[in-house]
């Protein structure tokens, strides 16, 4: 063993490209996604062994108890932190001048401010200073029975530990269960996918290219809430519950603007967290007349109103940082707090729901360059106007208008910039004249996107929803503006418009297309759509056509999400049926519906974004929760709003009726 070469770290700790080798000759590239049956193996392995001899474990006399009183080291801070500072105080520049030496080691000091009052851990400072002006790495200890911090401090800490830590492993084995070992195994799967979620994983078998859907019977209304309520029970069980009532889930996040997934704890906003499967869970109990979800639903609100009532304002500068917008910021929150006291009846979320509205500031306004429905103002504008039409408050309405405002101080000529390549420039549009007209957003400093989510749709079909309650012609005219946009740069060989995202963009450098709620022609159509009753031209009448065309043509694909699956694709159809009075569009939706669940049944599971059927994803968006929302409206079209598109709420004449 003391001759076995260490074998080389690359690409950081655990990297995906790290390499293994049993001699010197030998280096192979090895990654844990191809060991996730070995490695769950061995852990399930260990936790039953642990659970099998939890009762010696724990004995007065078992070898846990001759631990409790022998030292233990208590990392403080990562020690790669004490050691780059060391490496800098090394530097001449910071020997030739005391001052200089002492402000370097007073980096340290930051992290000690970022709470107004003096923390429990202030007397831990002066021992790291001693330390570090001794060029040693602090050291810090104590004893796990007892909750105090009395090594390598001046004097001992008390109670400074929320639990002696030899406690903490005696709950540990007692709460050691299968349930327990199953969401542990679902954990340690998912950070290993989370790696790896760039690289396309193994497909289902069945081929959704090649499917007649002419061949599929709809599921009845019974059959889809049947569905729904299995979705709801899966996401019931895997909920993690605090002693404080409040509920919490672990899965995949989605980073829109990264493209990407992260294993974490799921925010409160409606796209990836607590927000958006509270809606879901609360319109499932409206549906069926029932309370079985109640509980669950305002403990997944529970966090959020914490944060609302507390009088600490870093709690509510916690929500302020998520941005304003209807997909992962305040606009968000606003829009579920509203339609889930709808559902439940419970008129203290919407007076919650005012006080998020209060937090979108004229100066939090000012700030935004996301300008989208996802992150922006005109996700804002959504959020803050279905709360208007149920409260009718003048102030709630003023702030959507401030983020008109910004939005049409911001709205720029598509084509006197650098925003486009010009290569896209070039190509005539549909009525093949080279593009000239029209007026957009570039979102974060960057291209003027096309599209629902982060694109020209979406921020036109806000400024449209706005128009129609301020009667503002100035709305108007920006909404039109950036819809002929959009024309300008449709391409009639794709019958589409393109994603000018830089992440989709083609090995040949031109635009790539895609057909879903986020980018593409489904949410293109839906936006336009949902300003039908609006404002309406033959240009527009043009723009549905085709996007519903693209739609139908689209086969069912092996991505079963809203945001940018099938389900997505399924929703602007039945908007299509109800908008247009096309019962044809809504069989067509029923039938795709139908054999995505029933492939979902066939393969263990919802197919997500380079994600195996196996793996738990909750979430609005990007996960169960928002199919089943869709299975409900599926169910009743007539009764539930299309959250794709933040649509107004339903009347209050029309819910009391439906409730008595």
Known sequence: ?????????????????????????????????????????????????????????????????????????????????????????????????????????????????????????????????????????????????RDELPIGVEAPIGQYFQEPSY?????????????????????????????????????PSVSASR??????????????????????????????????????????????????????????DLYNGNGGIALFLAALDFVRGTNQFRELVLGAVQPIRQLLHCSDPDSTRSLVRQGIGAGTGLGSIIYALVRISQFLGEGTLLDDAQRVAALITPNLIAAD????????????ILGLLALYEQTGKFGILERAVDCGHHLLAHQCDAFRGPTLSQSLLNRPNAKGQTPKSGRAWQILGQRLYTGFSHGAAGIAYALLRLYAVTYDNVYLEAADEAIAYERSVFSPAAANWPDLRQIAQQPNGQPGFMVSWCHGAAGIGLARLGGLSIWQTDDIVQDVDIALQTTQRYPLEDVDCLCCGNFGRIEMLLVGAETLARPDLAEMAATKAAWVVHRAAAVGGYQFLNLPSSVFSPSFFQGTAGIGYELLRLAYPQLLPSVLLLAKCIAKSFLLSIST
């Open 1 to 145: 063993a003391e001759n076995t070469p260490v074998p080389p770290r690359v690409g950081g700790l655990g990297g995906l490209n790290d390499r293994y080798s049993l001699s010197s000759e030998e280096v192979i590239p090895l990654s844990p996604n191809d060991y996730i049956h070995e490695i769950v193996s061995g852990f399930e392995q260990m936790y039953r062994f642990l659970m099998a001899r939890r009762e010696v474990l724990l004995a007065a006399n078992g070898p846990l108890a001759g631990m409790s009183r022998k030292r233990v080291r208590f990392i403080f801070r990562p020690t790669r932190i004490y050691g780059a500072i060391l490496q800098k105080l090394s530097d001449p520049k910071y020997l030739r001048d005391g001052v200089d030496y002492s402000i370097e080691i007073d980096i340290l000091s930051r992290a000690y401010t970022v709470t107004p009052e003096k923390p429990a851990a202030w007397p831990i400072l002066q021992a790291e200073r001693q330390a570090m002006e001794q060029l040693d790495i602090p050291y810090f200890a104590a004893y796990p029975h």
């Open 211 to 268: 499917v007649d859907v002419s061949t599929i019977t709809p599921l009845s209304r019974e059959e889809l809430v049947k569905e729904a309520t299995r979705l709801a029970e899966e996401i019931q069980e895997r909920a993690i519950w605090g002693t404080d009532g409040s509920v919490k889930w672990i899965s995949f996040g989605y980073i829109p603007n990264a493209a990407r997934f992260q294993l974490m704890p799921l925010p409160e």
């Open 167 to 203: 406690i903490q492993v005696l709950n540990q084995l007692q709460r050691l269960s299968e349930m327990d070992l199953a969401q542990q195994i679902e954990l340690i799967k998912g950070s290993i996918y989370a790696r790896v979620m760039r690289t396309p994983l193994t497909q």
């Open 369 to 380: 360059e996301q300008f989208d429905t996802i992150g922006g103002a005109a996700g804002a």
